[in-house]
């Protein structure tokens, strides 16, 4: 689940400074008509960019047309997916806090269930996956980049990781599974604990990302080259690999996303949740003002 306090200390710069500020439920509703994610085929290789301003929060909205760009990639016998971000500083800020504030309990399930439906379907895609980290990526959008096989991230200012405990609340199971299977248990079990988030020297240092890079153009340049290296590796015998790797975890959440939700719900029914939600969009108006 997206981190509010990570939010409230760094996305609210962002907020401000792209002028674009979601205050209520209607203004969340009136952002989808333009596209949410943009995607571009260039010699067989699909290049998905989410295009949701300011920070790509993850809507019910935006988890379906994600799913539904990569579905649409497969069906177009992709070679390989390139996962990235249009906007210049964040990749993607995390869950839509407005999908969790005075919950209508039939869309709140229905978009923890497009949640639980995009990570199935990129955690578990035989095809070569990598993500560009242009920018931010706490919590949900770490999980985005951790659901992908090659991890580049830009350096610069921006962090990345799960940073869920610093609200107070537990990173789902099939939040952390990819980031032991990633950094190790060691390693992962201080992050979660401490809700870590990495600047990019750090988190190539653990492992994290696999490489940096100097700009958005060479984090994609070195995503092509990851993929392009699977030419001459057999198809069958790589998605077979890699699904055996990955059962573990995707057959716990095939097996749990009913218990998995109600754990999501109760969550989001909570008081001081609630409270911590509605000081913060106060806090976004009177910003505004």
Same mark, same amino acid.
Request: with cysteine.
């Given at each position: ?8 200390? *760094?996305?609210? &710069? ?20 333009? !596209?949410?994610?943009?995607? $571009? ?24 047309? /994600? #799913? !539904?760009?990569?579905? %649409? ?7 390989? $997916? $390139?996962?990235?971000?249009?906007? +210049? ?28 439906? /995009?990570?199935?379907? &990129? ?6 996956? =990598?993500?560009?980290? %242009? ?7 770490? &999980? ?6 090659? #991890? ?28 032991? +299977? *990633? ?28 490489? /940096? =890079? ?9 995503? $092509? ?19 055996? &790797? ?19 719900? %109760? ?8 409270? %911590? ?13």
């Amino acid at each position: 689940m997206a981190s509010i306090s990570f939010i409230m200390r *760094t996305s609210t &710069l962002l907020l401000i400074k792209s002028k674009f500020i979601l205050l209520s439920k209607n203004a969340s509703q009136q952002s989808l008509k333009g !596209k949410l994610v943009e995607t $571009i085929q260039n010699n067989g290789i699909t290049t998905i960019s989410m295009a949701r301003p300011p920070v790509n929060s993850l809507s019910l909205e935006m988890a379906v047309e /994600l #799913r !539904k760009a990569i579905e %649409n990639s497969i069906d177009n016998n992709t070679k390989g $997916i $390139i996962l990235t971000s249009s906007l +210049a500083s964040v990749f993607s800020g995390g869950l839509d806090i407005l999908e969790m504030y005075k919950p209508d309990l039939k869309r709140c399930t229905d978009f923890w269930h497009s949640l639980q439906d /995009l990570w199935l379907t &990129l955690y578990s895609l035989g095809i070569p996956t =990598a993500a560009a980290i %242009n920018g931010a990526s706490p919590a949900g959008g770490c &999980l985005l980049a951790l659901s992908c096989e090659y #991890r580049v991230m830009v350096d610069g200012l921006h962090t990345i990781g799960l940073n869920e405990t610093k609200l107070g609340i537990v990173a789902p199971k099939w939040f952390q599974d990819p980031l032991i +299977a *990633t950094i190790g248990y060691r390693q992962a079990e201080l992050a979660l604990l401490r809700g870590t988030l990495f600047k990019p020297q750090e988190a190539l240092k653990v492992g994290l990302v696999d490489e /940096l =890079a100097s700009n958005k153009t060479d984090a994609l340049t070195k995503c $092509i080259s990851y993929i392009t290296d699977y030419a001459k590796i057999s198809t069958e015998a790589r998605t077979a690999t890699k699904l055996s &790797l990955r059962k573990e975890t995707l057959t716990w959440l095939e097996g749990n996303r009913e218990w998995d939700t109600t754990i999501f719900l %109760n969550y989001v029914q909570l008081p001081q949740v609630q409270t %911590n939600l509605d000081l913060y969009i106060q806090s976004l108006k009177k910003k505004s003002k």
